[in-house]
């Protein structure tokens, strides 16, 4: 029987060793000793327990394929498929998570409510999708609520945006409408995930080409079929969405829609995006929200907070929406001429 070529793990494994975040991660999500690693690293251990080479994996979803990759030079039949990513999804949403979910979101106050579960949901979120601080972007997309009942949603609005491992949280400011020129509004739109592992290339999806994204994923928030909005998750590195990854991003969609009350989903068919001007000519009318939204209710006292913000928000979008839009072409053309 030929000898089997472990070199290829031993080496993979004695280099993801030397990060300390990695080292934590196996301690966190495995029963994987440190002196058994050692012995793998150093060939002490002729061959690993084959259960455990899967926990590794299971702990480390980001190093998936290269260390399975390594794994086959010496085991060619390696069983990925034991894999599986409900086992780790089960792994990496402890009971303790959903436990606090389900508090959150039986207890606390209305007023509170979204902003409660959605923090609970990303704080969970970062240290699975981002164990190396890269520095990964959350961004939840709301419908914007038309302004009567039989009227289409027409825009999006970012509504909460966290970079994984800085600022909590962005203020009201920086937030933009997002409409049909953009992943997020087009997966509302067609109701359907949208992945894009490199948007500096040639794409038949929208795109926003923020600087310093590479990749990006759009996931609507639904609930009985209804839309409520759009989780976008975009990554500084290109191909940063595996298939587990993705379907992690799903799950943790379907927990978003927690954070919704019933009233806030929109049949498909009340959909009707309209193309949102860009983020400079959106911050000149976003800028003046907060003083808006005081001479609001200083002119109206039975208008509450939230009310007078909608009523803000849906100016806004009114202004935005009458906003000439350059088109994508437009934009490329008119570059190439002043050079």
Known sequence: MAEKDWEAFRASLKELLRDARVRKLIEQRTDIAPRTLARWASGETEEPDHKRLTSLLHALPQYREPLVAAIRKALPDFDVSLLTTANSL?????????????????????????????????????????PEHIGVHLIVARCSPPPSPDRPVLSLREVVKMKTHASPFKSPAEHIFLGAESLCGYSVSMCQANVVQNIQEKLWLPVHRVSGERSVAAYPIQRGGAVAGCFLVSSPRPDFFSEQLQYVLQIYTYLLSLAFETDQFYAPERIRLRPMPEAHIQHRSIAEFQAQVLALLQHDASLSQAQAETLVWQQIEATLLAEPIVLPQERRSNHDDAN
């Open 90 to 130: 089960i792994e990496d949403l402890p009971v303790d998570f959903w436990v606090r979910l389900l508090e959150t979101n039986a207890r606390t106050p209305k007023n509170l409510h979204f902003m409660a579960v959605v923090n609970l949901i990303f704080l969970q979120l970062q240290s699975y999708i981002d």
